[in-house]
């Protein structure tokens, strides 16, 4: 109970306090409510930015990017039809995203959510992809099934953009991220406030010494 309440004084300073106490003190509270937040923004932007230099650097080693000269499909194929057949290929899959040929070793492959029930399993999680010719099914992959380091890396989208707790959880992720522009004014503020203060101390240091040395020249004693 003690240590609860010193806890609870020490996150709620009374508002009697300075300006420069209470930013120190705000600063401090932000930045321990705000520290597992960041890390796990860290990881997930540390891993895709891995993954993403990795890609480029496996595909465009050469430094030849390819240019899309005009469609990279059968015109002929239902882009609908096949979105029907991917429905189809997995239970209770609801399309969210739809990736087209771009390159020469792409197809088609659709996105989108099984309804795992798990709130840490992104709108992207499963996905089915067919021949960009042949229209023929080539894959499906369901998240359901799969192994527990391809679920725990899909969990990063939801905790990066924060969708796993609806609105309160996304307002939540919003403030947070906006915590590194406050925290920068409110420290510059505090390094303002320390600045001048320490100005002050010195000018009245300077202004003491310089009183004593008039007094010990008009000292008669030393006459």
């Known amino acids: 109970m003690g240590l609860a309440l010193k806890l609870w004084l020490y996150l709620t300073p009374p508002a009697c306090l300075p300006s420069i106490l209470f930013f120190s003190d705000f600063y401090g509270q932000v930045s321990f409510f705000s520290a597992p937040i960041f890390i796990v923004l860290g990881i997930n ?5 891995t993954a993403h230099l990795l890609h480029e650097y496996e595909h465009h080693e050469s430094g030849e990017f390819f240019v899309m000269q005009g469609r ?4 002929s194929l239902s ?4 979105q ?3 429905r189809d290929a997995l239970s209770n899959f609801k399309i969210t995203y739809t990736t087209f040929p771009c390159e020469q070793d792409i197809h088609f492959t659709f996105y989108g959510d099984v309804g795992t029930g798990n709130p840490l399993n992104s709108e992207y999680a499963s996905s089915v992809t067919y021949n960009r010719n042949t229209g023929e099914h080539m894959s499906s992959y369901d998240i359901r ?3 527990f380091l391809s679920v725990f890396l899909d969990s990063f989208r939801p905790l990066h953009f924060g969708l796993f707790g609806g609105m309160a959880v996304r307002v939540l992720w919003c403030v947070v ?3 590194p522009l406050i925290l920068s004014f409110t420290g510059v ?9 320490k100005r002050a101390k010195k000018l009245r240091l300077q202004s003491i010494a310089a009183t004593s040395e008039g007094e010990t ?4 004693l030393s006459i």
Do not use: C, T
Not at 72 to 75: A, P, T, V
């Open 84 to 86: 029907w057949q991917a």
């Open 145 to 147: 099934s799969a192994p």
């Open 45 to 49: 932007g540390g891993y895709w930015n």
């Open 72 to 75: 990279l499909y059968n015109d």
């Open 79 to 82: 882009i609908d039809g096949l």
């Open 189 to 197: 503020y505090m390094w303002l406030v320390r600045r001048k203060k």
């Open 177 to 179: 991220g906006l915590m």
């Open 217 to 220: 020249e008009v000292n008669p």
